[in-house]
Structures are given as C-alpha cells and as structure tokens.
C-alpha cells in the first residue's frame, strides 16, 4: 500500500489541540508523547467529517491491529485521553500506539516504540464492523505492557 498522509477529521483535530493546549495536559501525559500528538496535528490532512474515508484511524473508532511478528490480533477503541483504559481495549491518542495509528489507513503498516521494543503492527480493521482474527492474545497486550 502507497504511504498515505495521515487524516483526520476537523472535529478530532480541533478535540484534541485543545486537550493539549491544556495545561493541565503536563499533569497527565509524557511531554514526548504530547509533542508528537502535535506534530500528528500539525501535519495530518484535516477534512470536514463528511470526507474522512471510512478507512482512517480517527477517536471513538474501533481498530483491528495485527502484530506482524506474532501475527496475534487485537480489537481497540482509540479514544481521547480522558476516556483510555487499556483493560477495557480503549487506546489513547496519547498512547505510543494511538500516537502511531492515529489518522493512518486500514491496510498500512506502522512501526511503534512501546516500552516492551519496538512492535510492528497492521491496521487490518477500521470500523464497527472490528474483530480478532486471532485470540491467543488478551485485549490490549499488543500495545505493550
């Protein structure tokens, strides 16, 4: 699959430049990990909601992610910071992971710094419509511990 420039929607951009012009946003995140959301938001093609292709990673969205090396599934929910609780499969933006998917294409592969290395992982599923396709995983073990 071609690289495709990240996309995201007017309304999860405008979401989520306004969680991090908070300041009370160094309270609760790692500095890297909000620099990196900004610069997401600083380069990502931003479109009316109506034009974001179903197949973009955008908030409130379910994700199939594949671990290419394990080929292990793992269904999430990519949420604002606010709304993440890993052990219930909703992934922050703020994550090293929501940080990698945010706004990329189902079918691209992303590369991501977790704290167990450095994982490679598909976005196989974008949707709804999201499921597993392997279950010899537990809902958020891709993301790292």
Do not use: Y
């Amino acid at each position: 699959m071609p690289h495709r420039k990240p996309m995201l929607s007017c309304s999860d951009h405008e979401k989520l430049l306004h969680f991090i012009e908070d300041e009370s946003v160094a309270f609760i995140a790692d500095t890297r990990n909000v620099e990196m959301l900004r610069r997401r938001l600083d380069t990502a093609l931003v479109v009316p909601k109506e034009r974001l292709p179903d197949s973009a990673v955008r908030l409130n969205c379910q994700v199939t992610l594949l671990d290419v090396s394990t080929e292990d599934a793992d269904l999430f929910t990519l949420v604002d910071p606010t709304a993440a609780d890993i052990a219930r499969g909703k992934l922050s933006t703020l994550s090293p992971l929501g940080l990698a998917i945010l706004g990329r294409h189902q079918g691209q592969t992303v590369r991501v710094n977790v704290p167990s290395g450095t994982r490679t992982v598909r976005i196989d599923c974008v949707g709804h419509q999201c499921k597993p396709k392997a279950m010899s995983t537990t809902v958020g073990s891709v993301a790292g511990p």
